[in-house]
Every structure is written in structure tokens, then in C-alpha cells.
């Protein structure tokens, strides 16, 4: 591969493997809040690409509209080999989860809370839009493999947990799907890669779990996501699976 694009929502999750890749800030988009850095890894040109803050919030832009606009445009700009969806996510106890585990995406990506009672719409709704195979890189790199399931939402109502079942989802966030969507379109070959900070079916709160949990879980993505570019770079796509 020649170029592996990465895009991040949170600047707390970035900031790990920006320090680890050396990465450098490269010109962004005017008027847009999204940040771009730069690195070489083995002869790999690394594109990070990281939310940025919303600047009428003063908050880090995460959800799906500023993961779908940022995709677009490092797809279109970089037009990468490979491009991962990287962050921070919720697991389940009773699938084996636990906080600090690292999960790739497995099969497809999928919506849980865009409920569209029409037939044709509900499908379209729900997206299912396809994931990198990626078994042969989960084997190697001790990582595990789950659906991926977004909503823009950080907690779960009992509609969300329908379709989260019905759809076999293993890991719940807030942005893969949307930046799937954009890759599925532009033809690009899109994984996600998962730090569990928070456990759903847990007695303690989720936000308290996010924020207890996050720093570690930041690092845990940047450990797994450098050996994830140094697997990735000088295979082809295909070899993943």
C-alpha cells in the first residue's frame, strides 16, 4: 500500500499516534475545523485525519456529519489504498468484551438508530455497508473481530437494542458507519479499529466508564493501530483476510 488514510473524531484519541508516527500538520480545508497530519511509515505515506473541534460547542466534533464530511475529503485528496476509521467504542460483557480491548471490523458496518418503518427505506436506513475482510490481521495482530454498529446517540433506548441484535452488532460507536457510507461510494476500501472504553450492559454509567477509561483506551488504539499500519503496508488489501 501507498497510502493508509486514518480518521479520527477526538483529539484525545489522535494524540497517541500522532506522538508515535511523528506525524506533522498539513494544510486543511478554510473554514473547516477538520486537522490533517502527515507521516512515512516504511515507505507508507500515513494520512491522519482528525474531526477537530466544533466551533460553536468548543467540543470535539464527533458523530457521523463531521465523519462523513472528513472522510470525503481525505478520500477524495489522498484517494488512499486503505482507509480505518479509528476511536474509541462500547463493547458487550455477555460477547466476551472488556475495557482495553482493540476490535477490527468484521463483515459489515451498520446504523442502529436511523428507524425507517418503509419498506426499501429500512434497509437504507440500517446501511450494512461492507467491511474490509480482515481475519488474517485480527489472527496475527491478537485483535477481536465484531460488527460495528453507529448511532449518534452515546447511550442505547430498547428500539436501538433491537436492531443492534438483529444485526449482530459487537461493537457500538458513533461515526464508522457514516465514514463507511463515504467509502463505499468513492471505492474505497474502509476497516474500523475499536478501543473498548465502556461496557453497555454494565451497572455503571456509561459516561462514567468514557471518561474513566478513555486515556488508557487512547493508548491502546495507538498500539494496535501502529502495528495495524505496519501489517497493512506492504501487503494489498486482499492478503488481510
Known amino acids: 500500500m501507498k497510502c493508509i488514510a486514518v480518521v479520527m473524531a477526538m483529539a484525545s484519541e489522535a494524540s497517541p499516534i500522532l506522538t508515535q508516527l511523528g506525524a506533522q500538520a498539513i494544510p486543511a480545508i478554510p473554514l473547516l475545523p477538520f486537522e490533517?497530519?502527515?507521516a512515512n511509515r516504511n515507505g507508507c505515506r500515513v494520512i491522519i485525519s482528525v474531526n477537530g473541534r466544533d466551533r460553536r460547542h468548543g467540543v470535539d466534533s464527533i458523530g457521523?456529519?463531521?465523519?462523513?464530511?472528513?472522510?470525503?475529503?481525505?478520500a477524495d485528496r489522498y484517494n488512499p489504498d486503505l482507509l480505518i476509521t479509528a476511536g474509541t467504542a462500547g463493547g458487550w460483557m455477555h460477547q466476551g468484551a472488556e475495557i482495553g480491548d482493540v476490535f477490527v471490523?468484521?463483515?459489515?458496518?451498520?446504523?442502529?438508530?436511523?428507524?425507517?418503518?418503509?419498506?426499501?427505506?429500512?434497509?437504507?436506513?440500517?446501511?450494512s455497508y461492507p467491511a474490509v475482510p480482515a481475519a488474517g490481521l485480527a489472527r496475527a495482530l491478537n485483535l477481536k473481530l465484531g460488527v460495528v454498529t453507529t448511532s449518534n446517540s452515546l447511550d442505547e433506548n430498547d428500539d436501538d437494542r433491537r436492531l443492534?441484535?438483529?444485526?449482530?452488532?459487537?461493537?457500538?460507536?458513533?461515526?464508522?458507519?457514516?465514514?463507511?457510507?463515504?467509502?463505499e461510494m468513492m471505492a474505497i476500501p474502509v476497516m474500523a479499529?475499536?478501543?473498548?472504553?465502556?461496557l453497555v450492559d454494565h451497572h455503571t454509567a456509561t459516561a462514567d466508564q468514557f471518561n474513566a477509561n478513555l486515556t488508557m483506551a487512547s493508548r491502546r488504539l495507538a498500539e494496535k493501530l501502529l502495528q495495524v499500519i505496519d501489517f497493512c503496508a506492504p501487503r494489498m488489501v486482499a492478503d488481510l483476510a
Open 64 to 74: 457521523t456529519e463531521a465523519a462523513a464530511l472528513n472522510t470525503y475529503f481525505v
Open 193 to 198: 479499529l475499536k478501543a473498548i472504553t465502556d
Open 105 to 127: 471490523s468484521d463483515q459489515k458496518f451498520v446504523h442502529h438508530d436511523r428507524r425507517i418503518a418503509i419498506p426499501g427505506l429500512d434497509e437504507y436506513g440500517i446501511g
Open 164 to 183: 443492534i441484535a438483529a444485526n449482530g452488532g459487537s461493537v457500538k460507536e458513533m461515526e464508522a458507519a457514516a465514514v463507511a457510507y463515504v467509502c
Open 36 to 38: 490533517f497530519f502527515e
